[in-house]
């Protein structure tokens, strides 16, 4: 097979390069994966490499099924030996086969999100701490980006000795470290860390995996981190043969530690690199990359790259600014019936929004309307409470030790074994230095419980015993199956007999199912393998279904994904960008990025709104236009005044307010007044010849004029050009 047909130019390029270090930029829509398959594909097949020396990682378990797939189908042969996954199902691999060298057992426990929370709350008692001031939340994100950036537990107490909050964070997370050892588990930062700790404490575990990989791609290489940098380095310092894949106009994680120095700095950290830009876009028309181009090169220190496609130019992209929030969702509903009129079907919208917050008008609006729609970012599938508890179950007969599970399961369902109970069995743990589940083998010896106490709990030592024991010799579904059973689970969800005692059921079967899944593709499907499945696992992966539903979601949820219309809505100050990102370039430049990627999600069709005044957290807030329009300039397209009407008293509000856009705030001509040299000060009463008395809120100067805001009494915040404007100091 012809691995470079198809292909253009610069794609071409990036699969012939197979020595030493490669950047490929790839901008939005650029076919990235399809150089990268191909790229592997023609190593297998021209190059002779053996799909065992190379490693590929992803950041999603979808990328990486995908990316596997399509290699497969390349080669019309499956490449089980070559290892494809995310950053953190290859740390799990290295793990289990020696994470022995650095004191932990090999049927370590991963621990999520609530795992997490229950472990610290845990240090935060025993620290005798105020838990309203050290919340569990809070204390975890400090703590995972502390390991983000590679800081112990020691150095943040010894740097932060004068701060007393600072200094029990330290404390916390010193602890917090030495429970999860003691419990043999590890939370999602430790599997990286923990991986690149063993490899630079084993120089021949190291030279195993660097002589084993000999070609190392990374996907989405702006996300990385520090550790995850230091992995890939690590991994790949032998032969050299590193190829990343990413784009720095598309890093928009900087919140959860990723850095974006990592894709800009690549040629200075990997010698003799070579960079490739793929810079043709397969997915939009021009009008829309024209936006995009146009908002992201206000950002500095990025490298230069044009999109550009051959597609047609395609329809202009409209922007509108509505009175209300209300008034936008009714705009965007009316829109969307045209466009489904036209042809398009729901499931080729998406609303894309830069919080939450803003979701609700659009519901309301879209179920007056009967729009179908659904939310992407509710309750992840393995976040609910009754799969969590399954897991629970599961992971306590996989790795005894795990004193959070067994805590979480052992009165669910309830068995009357109270918390003082379960407090005194621990209790009695801590002072023998043995697991809960130790101590509960031995419960006849705990004095402090009494007769009642010891026999609630009896039964279920005897049910763990038998269960444990059935581990050993029965199949995966099998065995979740005689859990669940065993449990009383289901049994007690039955009593209740509601639709949310069934949904609650339904959602354990559907897992069963996914065990069932795992055991046809896994050779063996064992519980410790399954688990490590389950806890890397993310349910954003399959957010995006068949559904013929209009998609609503984030900005950040959106990225990755394409619809051929995309509506980007509350483009205003303060919400796009966000209002925390004010007084910060590198947060501002990141707000734009967000900007850019929203724009390229769009393919055919983008329409961009805005809100004179929306409540937001209960207040209502009256915003200027957002900064990003302005960057747009001529890109972007206004209708003549047309009256979107919602119902009889908006038309004459609506006319006001079309007056107040990006587009009518006037460059300054040759010919202007000298009111720029005005003596003006924040604070300063002024009268507009048409929006009456206002108060000057913000002044900023802009090349030999200045431009001011102000917030009217009757009209809210305008913003204008001193020398133009028809105004008068009073």
């Not at 790839?26 to 399809?34: D, F, V």
């Not at 112990?152 to 404390?171: L, W």
């Not at 990141?590 to 724009?599: G, I, N, Q, S, T």
């Not at 915003?623 to 329009?629: E, G, I, M, N, V």
Request: with cysteine; hydrophobic share 35%.
């Amino acid at each position: 097979m012809d691995y470079l047909a198809g292909l253009n130019d610069r794609q071409r390029e990036a699969v012939l390069h197979t020595e030493g270090p490669l950047l490929i930029m790839a901008g939005a829509g650029s076919g990235k994966t399809r150089v990268v398959t191909h790229k592997i594909a023609y190593l297998i097949e021209k190059q002779g490499i053996f799909p065992g020396n190379i490693l590929a990682i992803t950041f999603t378990n979808k990328a990486a099924s995908e990316m596997k797939e399509r290699t497969s189908k390349l080669l019309d042969t499956n490449v089980d030996d070559m290892w494809i996954g995310t950053f953190h199902s290859i740390c799990v691999r290295i793990l289990r086969r020696d994470i022995d060298k650095i004191g932990y057992d090999r049927s370590f426990t991963i621990y999520d999100r609530d795992d997490q929370i229950t472990l610290i709350r845990e240090c935060i008692k025993e620290l005798n701490l105020d838990k309203d001031m050290y919340k569990e939340s809070s204390v975890l994100s400090k703590i995972s980006s502390l390991k983000d950036e590679q800081i112990t537990p020691d150095e943040h107490i010894n740097e932060n000795y004068g701060d007393f909050r600072e200094r029990n964070i330290g404390e916390l997370y010193a602890l917090y470290q030495n429970k999860l050892k003691k419990y043999n588990a590890l939370d999602f930062d430790d599997l990286l860390i923990k991986t690149v700790e063993l490899l630079i404490n084993n120089k021949d575990i190291l030279g195993y995996y660097q002589r084993k990989f000999q070609y190392v791609f990374v996907d989405e290489y702006q996300d990385t981190n520090k550790v995850q940098y230091e992995l890939v380095k690590l991994l790949s310092a032998k032969y050299r043969n590193i190829c990343v894949v990413g784009d720095a106009d598309q890093s928009i994680y900087a919140w959860r530690g990723a850095d974006i120095s990592n894709i800009l700095d690549f040629e200075k950290d990997f010698e003799g690199a070579k960079v490739i830009l793929l810079e043709q876009n397969y997915r939009s028309t021009q009008n829309i990359l024209d936006v995009a181009n146009k908002v992201i090169k206000n950002n500095y220190g990025r490298k230069e790259k044009e999109l550009w496609t051959d597609n047609h130019k395609g329809e202009p992209i409209v922007y509108e600014q509505l009175p209300s929030s209300d008034d936008e969702a009714y705009f965007v509903a009316n829109k969307i019936h045209h466009l489904i009129y036209k042809g398009y079907k729901p499931s080729d919208i998406a609303i894309l929004y830069r919080t939450n917050a803003q979701s609700r008008s659009f519901e309301e609006m879209f179920m007056k309307e009967e729009l179908p729609y659904k939310i992407v970012g509710g309750l992840r599938f393995y976040d609910r409470k009754e799969v969590k508890d399954i897991i629970a179950y599961l992971k306590v007969l996989q790795n005894p030790a795990d004193n959070i599970s067994l805590k979480r399961i052992i009165n669910t369902p309830k068995r009357g074994i109270g918390n003082a109970t379960v407090d005194k069995i621990e209790e009695y743990a801590i002072e023998k230095g043995e697991s809960i589940y130790e101590a509960l083998l031995a419960i006849d010896g705990i004095d402090t419980l009494s007769s009642r106490a010891k026999n609630s709990v009896k039964p279920f030592i005897d049910m763990m015993n038998i269960l444990m024991a059935k581990k050993e010799i029965m199949g995966l579904k099998d065995f979740i199956e005689d859990v669940i059973a065993s449990s009383g689970y289901i049994q007690d969800l039955e009593k209740d007999n509601t639709i949310e005692s069934r949904t609650r059921i339904d959602n354990i079967m559907e897992f069963l199912s996914v065990a069932v899944n795992f055991e046809e593709r896994s050779e063996g499907g064992h519980l410790e393998d399954f688990l490590a499945s389950v806890s890397l696992l993310s349910d954003v992966d399959k957010t995006i279904d068949q559904e013929n539903l209009i998609t609503m979601m984030t900005v950040h949820s959106a990225k990755g994904l394409e619809f051929p219309v995309v509506f980007l809505v509350g483009m205003e100050e303060g919400l796009f960008p966000i209002s925390r990102s004010f007084d910060n370039e590198d947060d501002m430049e990141e707000e734009r990025r967000l900007c850019y990627v929203a724009v390229t999600r769009a393919e055919k069709q983008l329409f961009i709104t805005n809100a004179q005044r929306r409540v937001i957290y209960g207040r209502v807030d009256y915003s200027l236009p957002s900064r990003f329009l302005e960057e747009m300039g001529d890109t972007i397209e206004r209708p003549e005044k047309e009256i979107v009407k919602t119902n009889n008293t908006l038309e004459e509000e609506l006319l006001r307010v079309r007056d107040f856009t990006v587009s009518n705030i006037i460059k300054p001509s040759p010919k202007k007044r000298n009111k720029s040299n005005l003596d003006i000060n924040i604070g300063d009463k002024i009268k507009h010849k048409k929006w009456g008395i206002g108060t000057i809120v913000q002044i900023k100067d802009k090349e030999d004029d200045k431009e001011i805001t102000v917030a009217f009494d009757k009209d809210g915040l305008k913003r204008l050009l001193l020398s133009l404007a028809p105004i008068e100091i009073i």
